[in-house]
């Protein structure tokens, strides 16, 4: 084989391998389209590992090199049988989780809780634009005519006045 087609082998194999990671992952578990994929990935990744011993012992590299070598598409399965394996129970993981919030939650009664309001006091002038006891912003206070009688809302919003 020319050496400049040479090259598309090993970009075929790990293409091969790359659709099948993807093919294995999108059928369901023990299918004849998983089964397929599954066959397929193991028989590229053998090609892959006997095309790198293959490699290294052509470039004169000794069992050291070779291993090296043969790891790296093992790595690979490696890599993504574990992928694989996180993805599934990724899948069971959120398959419960929406099964729990399906779950009816338990009602629960109002408990009546006695709560001391609190007494509110007038403040001095805020600015020369404003009257005694207005403030301005989120949580500005309203004043009832007496200071110890709680007669409508204590806290209102008013604008800010330029």
């Known amino acids: 084989m020319p050496p400049e087609l040479a090259a598309n082998v090993p970009i075929a194999i790990v293409g091969l391998v790359a ?3 993807i093919a294995t992952a999108s059928f369901r578990q023990w299918s004849a389209g998983w089964w397929y994929a599954t066959v ?4 590229s990744t053998l090609i892959s590992v006997s095309g790198n011993i293959q490699y290294a012992n052509e470039i004169g590299g000794g069992v050291v090199s070779m291993s090296i070598y043969a790891g790296m598409p093992l790595t690979m399965l490696f890599a993504v049988h574990l992928t694989l394996m996180l993805w599934e129970r990724g899948r069971q993981v959120s398959a419960e989780g929406s099964a729990e919030a399906a779950a009816p939650e338990p009602t629960v009664t109002p408990v ?3 709560v001391e309001v609190p007494k509110v006091y007038p403040l001095d ?3 020369p634009l404003f009257t005694r006891r207005q403030t301005t912003g989120v949580g500005s206070q309203h004043w009832p005519t007496s200071v110890d009688v709680i007669d409508g809302p204590q806290f209102t919003t008013t604008g800010i006045r330029f």
């Open 125 to 127: 002038n805020t600015g």
């Open 19 to 21: 659709a099948s990671i």
């Open 40 to 43: 397929l990935f193991a028989f």
């Open 112 to 114: 009546e809780v006695e």
